[in-house]
């Protein structure tokens, strides 16, 4: 199946610290890639789409100020988690889908983010 | 609005056969998806039912009745390896750009 890396795959900041999480469709273009957070023992939640070249379509209740995304390439996505703090510590999860939309969602193995 | 239900836990002994049922709610329908998650980890593709009926592979099988919106992931011959959170997960059509939604998982614990 297709592949997807993230990197970093563990991140540990202080607060205050700008953090940016890469997401790479390693065999495929991904012309639309997902990000999602998920907490402890809890679902995964859609945070933003992004299209490649264009700007992410954020989900109600996420600061697009906040968690920026940028969708350069397509085989590259970013997330930039600005003035990171404590509640920002999440598992982030980043996916990436080819150029039908009937074609499987591929998932990155994840960035684990401690803010301190 | 949008919306996946099923059980938060399920619990059974290696060699059993579990079921995991899913109803969804959405304002357009493109498919069904399960996923396995074991902690720590990241979401792992199991399935995709896109018309009524069961798809097998290997000891997983995933069900999907339109009429229904109701779908159920099948494990036979459990392994203590099953033990993990199961996602199914709808593709709206109605959504942004058909985004995929997760229900709230199910924890499947195997016992010896």
């Known amino acids: 199946g297709a592949v997807v890396s993230q990197h970093p795959s563990r991140v540990i900041c202080k607060s205050g610290t700008s953090v940016k999480i890469e997401c790479r469709s390693l065999d495929f273009q991904a012309t639309t890639m997902f990000w999602y957070r998920q907490f402890p023992k809890q679902s995964l939640m859609l945070m933003a789409t992004?299209?490649?070249?264009?700007?992410?379509?954020?989900e109600q209740g996420v600061e697009k100020d906040k968690f920026l995304i940028n969708h350069a390439s397509l085989t590259l996505s970013t997330l930039t988690v600005a003035s990171a703090h404590p509640e920002d510590s999440s598992f982030y999860i980043c996916?990436?889908?080819?150029?039908?939309?009937?074609?499987?969602?591929?998932f990155g193995p994840g960035t684990r983010l401690l803010v301190l | 609005g949008q919306s996946l239900e099923q059980p938060s836990e399920v619990t059974a002994v290696e060699g059993a056969i579990v079921q995991i049922n899913c109803t969804y709610q959405?304002?357009?329908?493109?498919?069904l998806s399960w996923y396995q998650q074991h902690d720590g980890g990241a979401p792992t593709f199991l399935s995709y039912?896109?018309?009524?009926g069961l798809e097998e592979t290997g000891r997983f099988s995933s069900f999907l009745s339109r009429s229904d919106s109701y779908g159920y992931l099948l494990l036979q011959e459990l392994q203590m390896k099953d033990s993990a959170s199961y996602f199914c997960a709808v593709r709206d059509s109605g959504a942004n750009n058909n985004d995929m939604r997760f229900g709230a998982g199910t924890r499947l614990t195997v016992k010896p």
């Open positions: 996916s990436a889908r080819g150029g039908s939309e009937w074609e499987t969602q591929y």
């Open positions: 992004s299209n490649e070249g264009s700007k992410a379509t954020y």
């Open positions: 959405t304002s357009g329908f493109y498919g």
């Open positions: 039912n896109a018309l009524d």
